[in-house]
């Protein structure tokens, strides 16, 4: 069983960064897949970034490509999203997800891959 936790959440100005933290406890997830997703109000949840920890492949929403970052710290058993040139719809709750099953790179943006959520951290951006 693993539990994540988020943190990192707040309000920036547009223009500019975050960094999302996705703390693990219970396993370690070197052999997991973690991907980030966030949700607006009123809106579907969408696919943001994934990281494949062991092999270190990564794959980023279109929305986001070129701005947003997924990394992993092993030490903390953690995966960080930075966020930068944040724009005011990236206004959403991040959320932090983790899988250990394998798929394509393009499979690890689906959402119903995802076995374990964390509870997720509101990202305000103002104009």
């Known amino acids: 069983q693993v539990q994540l936790v988020e943190s990192g959440g707040g309000l920036v100005q547009a223009g500019g960064s975050l960094r999302l933290s996705c703390a693990a406890s219970?396993?370690?997830?070197?052999?997991?897949?973690v991907g980030w997703f966030r949700q607006a109000p009123g809106k579907e949840r969408e696919f943001v970034a994934a990281i494949n920890w062991s092999h270190g492949i990564t794959y980023y929403g279109d929305s986001v490509k070129g701005r947003f970052t997924i990394s992993t710290d092993n030490a903390k058993n953690t995966v960080y999203l930075q966020l930068n040139s944040l724009k005011p719809e990236d206004t959403a709750v991040y959320y932090c997800?983790?899988?250990?099953?394998?798929?394509?790179?393009?499979?690890?943006?689906?959402?119903?891959?995802?076995?374990?959520w964390g509870q997720g951290t509101q990202v305000i951006v103002s104009s």
């Open positions: 997800a983790a899988t250990v099953v394998g798929t394509t790179v393009q499979g690890m943006g689906v959402e119903t891959l995802y076995a374990y």
């Open positions: 219970g396993r370690t997830l070197r052999s997991y897949t």
